[in-house]
């Protein structure tokens, strides 16, 4: 009962948060606690009942937890980052998934011969110091998955000024698909806002990279215009290169034209939340909405958007991560 109690503030300060302001992570946060203390109080609240008692007890628990966490998530990776190399190639950012999966393999074996064997005093030390570590990102990335997945279920406000599609490489001098589908989205939204009435402004973002031959922002907006869109219902950002750049030169566009805006920015949705919260520090008045993604593709991008964040507050990670570290290796010397 303590742990259902103690989950109640949690979802309280999750609610009150969230109201507030949609794009920060310390809503996933928030959320994961209240949803640990929640399954927790289940769980021992279960187990009180005799007929649950008989059937499951506390150790079957255990093992379907340790296999769910050290066999199945891992395969899935696994089989997941295979899957990303064949479509995708060899690119580090297309490894990740395969890579976590295999560093999950490795890991559950060592603990295994940490709590079975004697081992000398110095690996003791680092499994247990990188265990600790790992159970903070392990529970930041799912406070962080928690966020994009509540944002991504957000519907698009109503009577934006502006859409803003942010741009991505071109291939080859065309639109691939993973831009195609945020254009899509931007084209659905803009006729949206025309059958109520209001037509926004589409602006199409992205500069001209060194492989590139046009800027971004032109070759979107001829993908527009031959879906449909009228050539004067677009505005061109063509100078950012980067996530950052597109919000800044985007909202500077938008003030020029009308202060006060308020827009709707497109992109894939695995990389929705992370943009919504770079949006609320550089102060940009609109909402992130995703565009699809093809499923294999998610998992590598959402660690890459993870690793984004841990980058964006290295500083205050970075801080945690040592004093973490450190927790393990100190309390020894008292």
């Given at each position: ?17 969230f109201?507030?302001?949609?794009r920060?992570l310390?809503n996933?946060?928030?959320l ?5 203390f ?7 609240a279960?187990?009180?009942?005799p007929a ?5 007890d ?6 379907a ?9 891992p395969?899935f ?24 999966g ?5 890991f ?6 940490l ?22 990102l392990s529970?930041a ?10 944002y991504g ?21 065309a ?5 195609a ?12 806002g ?5 037509a926004?402004?589409l ?6 990279g060194?492989?590139?031959?046009q ?7 001829d993908?527009?215009v ?14 950012s290169t ?32 992370r ?9 940009v ?32 990670n970075?801080?945690?991560?040592v004093l973490?570290a450190?927790?393990?290796?100190v309390?020894?010397?008292?």
């Amino acid at each position: 009962m303590a742990y259902l109690l103690t989950s109640i503030p949690f979802f309280a300060g999750f609610a009150i948060s969230f109201r507030f302001e949609r794009r920060r992570l310390l809503n996933g946060v928030l959320l994961l606690a209240g949803l640990l203390f929640l399954a927790v109080g289940v769980i021992f609240a279960s187990l009180d009942i005799p007929a649950v008692h008989d059937v499951v007890d506390g150790s079957v628990l255990a093992i379907a937890f340790f296999l769910v966490i050290a066999v199945l998530l891992p395969a899935f990776l696994v089989l997941n980052g295979l899957q990303m190399v064949r479509r995708e190639g060899r690119r580090l950012g297309n490894l990740l998934s395969l890579l976590a999966g295999l560093a999950m393999f490795a890991f559950g074996p060592a603990l295994l011969v940490l709590g079975k064997n004697a081992v000398p005093r110095a690996v003791e030390v680092v499994i247990i110091s990188v265990s600790i570590v790992l159970g903070y990102l392990s529970l930041a990335f799912a406070a962080f998955v928690l966020c994009s997945v509540g944002y991504g279920l957000l519907r698009p406000t109503k009577g934006a000024d502006f859409i803003v599609v942010h741009g991505s490489r071109l291939i080859r001098g065309a639109v691939p698909p993973l831009l195609a589908s945020r254009l899509d989205r931007g084209r659905a939204l803009y006729d949206a806002g025309v059958a109520q009435g209001a037509a926004p402004t589409l602006v199409t973002s992205g500069g001209q990279g060194a492989d590139e031959t046009q800027p971004e922002a032109e070759a979107m907006a001829d993908y527009l215009v031959a879906h449909g869109i009228p050539r004067e219902e677009i505005v061109l950002e063509d100078r950012s290169t980067t996530t950052r750049e597109n919000l800044l030169y985007s909202r500077e566009l938008m003030t020029e034209r009308k202060p006060g805006y308020r827009c709707l920015l497109i992109t894939n949705n695995f990389h929705a939340f992370r943009t919504a919260m770079l949006a609320r520090r550089l102060k940009v008045n609109g909402q992130v909405v995703g565009s699809h993604t093809a499923w294999y593709y998610v998992p590598s991008a959402t660690i890459r958007e993870f690793i984004g964040i841990l980058r964006d507050y290295r500083i205050l990670n970075g801080v945690v991560i040592v004093l973490l570290a450190a927790a393990y290796p100190v309390s020894l010397a008292f």
